[in-house]
C-alpha cells in the first residue's frame, strides 16, 4: 500500500538555526498537505500544494512540492521556540490521507 | 463558523471493558468524517472514514467499530478493549464538497487502558 516517509523523525536546533523536513511518498501524490501539532495538542493544517513544483511561503515557514509530486520538504527560517512541535505531511487520495511518520522539532532558547 | 467536539477528554478503562467515543461536527452539513488514533510519540493512523450517513470503510482489522447514526455524528467503539488499544484518539472532518482541502482536527480523546 501506499507509504509517506518523513525524515528525520527528530530534530533539535538551537533557536535561530534553520530547519528542514523531507516527506517522500511511495507513489505519486494529487496534493499534499501540511499539519503541525503542538505538545499534547492536535493537528492544524499549514497549507497545501497541488502543483508539479509548487512552492509556498508563510513568513518564515517555506513548503515546495517535487516535480514528480511524489515528495515534498518544508523549511523554517531562523527557528523560534513557538516552531515546537511535530511536523506532519499528508497524501491524499480520493477520500482518505496517507499522513507521514513525522518529524518532532524541539527548539533549544 | 464549523466546530468539532469529542468527548471525553481523557478516559482510563480497564482491559476488556467496552468503549464509546462520540465526535459531533457543527456548522457544516454533509461532511466527510474520520476516525485516526495516535500512539504516544508516533504518527496518525487511519482507523475509519465515513462519506455519509451509515457509511463506513475500515482502514485496519482490529477490534474497534465505527457508526455514523446521523450526518454529523462520528462513534467509535469498541466491545472489549485490549492494551494495545491505548493512545491518542482524533476524530477529524473535511468539507465533501470540495475535491481536496484540508482536515479539521477535534481535541482528542487520551484514552489508556490497564
Known amino acids: 500500500g501506499q507509504q509517506v516517509m518523513q525524515i528525520p523523525q527528530y530534530q533539535h536546533v538551537q533557536e535561530g538555526e534553520d530547519f528542514t523536513t523531507y516527506c517522500n511518498s511511495s507513489t505519486t501524490l494529487s496534493n499534499i498537505q501540511w499539519y503541525k501539532q503542538r505538545p499534547g495538542g492536535h493537528p492544524v493544517f499549514l497549507i497545501q500544494?497541488?502543483?508539479?513544483?509548487e512552492v509556498k511561503k508563510q513568513k518564515r515557514l517555506t513548503f515546495q512540492f517535487g516535480e514528480a509530486k511524489k515528495n515534498s520538504s518544508l523549511h523554517i527560517t531562523a527557528t523560534q521556540t513557538t516552531d515546537v512541535g511535530t511536523y506532519f505531511c499528508a497524501g491524499q487520495g480520493t477520500y482518505k490521507y496517507i499522513f507521514g511518520t513525522g518529524t518532532r522539532l524541539k527548539v533549544l532558547a | 463558523s464549523q466546530t468539532i467536539h469529542q468527548w471525553p477528554a481523557t478516559l482510563v478503562q480497564p482491559v476488556g471493558s467496552p468503549l464509546s467515543l462520540e465526535c459531533t461536527v457543527e456548522g457544516t452539513s454533509n461532511p466527510n468524517l474520520y476516525w485516526y488514533r495516535q500512539a504516544a510519540g508516533r504518527g496518525l493512523q487511519l482507523l475509519f472514514y465515513s462519506v455519509g450517513i451509515g457509511q463506513i470503510s475500515s482502514e485496519v482489522p482490529q477490534n474497534l467499530s465505527a457508526s455514523r447514526p446521523q450526518d454529523r455524528q462520528f462513534i467509535l467503539s469498541s466491545k472489549k478493549l485490549l492494551l494495545s488499544d491505548s493512545g491518542f484518539y482524533l476524530c477529524?472532518?473535511?468539507?465533501?464538497?470540495?475535491?481536496?482541502?484540508?482536515?479539521?482536527f477535534g481535541p482528542g480523546t487520551r484514552l489508556t487502558v490497564t
Open positions: 500544494l497541488v502543483k508539479s513544483g
Open positions: 477529524a472532518w473535511r468539507n465533501d464538497r470540495l475535491t481536496s482541502g484540508e482536515q479539521y
